[in-house]
Each structure stands twice: as C-alpha cells, then as structure tokens.
C-alpha cells in the first residue's frame, strides 16, 4: 500500500542495490585516480561517445563528496568526443558539444550537484580548471545555436540518437547546467556579470521547453522526447507523434 513511499522496504532495498552497483562499476588506477566504469563506458557500439558514466557516478555527490571530487576532475578533459578519423556507415564522424549534449556537459553538471551538496569552494579555488572548462563548454554550446528557440541540437543522447531538432532531455541538461554555472560563477568566482547573463539564458531555456517542449499526452499535458522547428513534437524515442 506504500509502494515508493518512505516505509517502503522493497524500495529501499532497491535504491540500495542500486547504489552497490554504481560504486562496483568505478575503477581505480593505482595512485587513487577515476580511471573509468564498467557501467555506462564500455564501447559496445562505434557511433556513440561512450563517456555516458556520468549516470553511473552522479549518486556520489550526495553519498561520497570526497570520491566524487575526483570524478569532476576525470570528466574535465574527457566529456566531448573528438571528430572521428574512420568511417563507419550510419554513424557521424562529428564530435564536439553537439555530438552529445548530455554528455558533453557532464562535467558542468557534476561541478553543480557537488556544490549544491557540500557548498565546497575550496575544491574550486584548488582546481580552477573545473570552472573554467565548466565555461568553456557552456560558450562552445551558445555559439552553435542557430536563430529561432533558445534550445540547441544533439546528434546524439547518450547511447542512442536524438529526436527532433530540440532534444527535451539534452535541453533540461543545458538548463540545469546554465542554472548550476550562474549560481558558481557569483558564490565562488565572484563574476556578477557572467552569472547574470547565464540566469537569463538558463530562463529562456525555460521558457522555450515549455512552450515547444509541452505537449497533450494520453494523461494531459507531459513532456516530448523532443520538438521540431517546425512546431511539431515527437512523443517516444522510436519518433512516433
């Protein structure tokens, strides 16, 4: 009678399970550094860029800060995929922010949950790196929009194509990451002047998934897998309307 609630035991035993395996999945070089996951990175298909572990690593900002910080630090050179130098059919040789905007901002995303949990400024001051990269990506991804909705195009999700020319989830990655950079850039690098302006970007992101992004579903209104220039939306990863 209260599945999913807080006196749940099956879901408790279940988040917990969960977790075992996203702690499993992270290898270790021998001097203590991230050197991937069996979980999210194993290369099983050519046309994707498989740096997806972020979904396997994100549970540590809240349950592990310390090993967590070090899984920052891996992602900040390796989250875009580089263009590609072999052909291989059906798949696109392009690399970069749009390639996969989920996992090409995961380092952005990471940096946001962690100091969300922690309020940690001093990993920042050590690391200055992070937040630099954090904002370089975010301008790579400003510079590819072209005229129309503040949304941006992905070829790729994580391990399977897009839908649509607006990506609903690669968008709410965008968002959050626009959000999470306004609030670093004030409280830990003093920048008023770049946290405004990525507020109001994050805002028109809103405002734009909102509008293009909506859509009547068989229980009212729900979120598209993605949208179309032209208006229309896709409901499901297969591209059905």
């Not at 879901?11 to 050197?35: H, K, P, Q, S």
């Not at 690593?57 to 891996?74: G, M, N, Q, R, S």
Request: hydrophobic share 35%; proline share 5%.
């Amino acid at each position: 009678e209260d599945v999913g609630g807080p006196d749940d035991p099956w879901t408790a035993e279940l988040f917990e399970r969960r977790v075992r395996l996203c702690f499993c999945a992270v290898g270790m070089n021998r001097r203590g550094e991230i050197a991937g996951a069996n979980w999210g990175s194993y290369p099983s298909t050519k046309g994707i860029w498989m740096k997806d572990m972020g979904y396997t690593v994100t549970p540590f900002f809240a349950l592990d800060p310390e090993l967590f910080k070090k899984i920052v630090l891996w992602f900040i050179p390796r989250s875009l995929r580089h263009t590609g130098d072999k052909e291989f059919e059906g798949f696109s040789l392009g690399g970069g922010i749009n390639y996969s905007i989920c996992n090409g901002l995961t380092p952005v995303v990471l940096a946001g949950l962690y100091y969300e949990a922690t309020a940690d400024t001093r990993f920042f001051e050590d690391h200055p790196e992070v937040l630099r990269r954090c904002k370089d990506l975010l301008e790579e991804l400003l510079e590819s929009r072209a005229d129309g909705p503040y949304l941006f195009d992905s070829v790729w999700i994580s391990d399977g194509p897009s839908r649509g020319d607006f990506h609903t989830g690669s968008n709410i990655v965008a968002w959050y990451s626009f959000c999470a950079s306004a609030r670093l850039c004030a409280e830990v690098l003093g920048e008023d002047e770049t946290s405004c302006r990525y507020s109001e970007i994050a805002a028109k992101i809103q405002q734009d998934l909102k509008d293009r992004c909506i859509a009547e579903g068989p229980r009212g209104p729900q979120y598209t897998e993605g949208a179309n220039r032209d208006g229309s939306v896709i409901f499901d990863h297969d591209g059905e309307e």
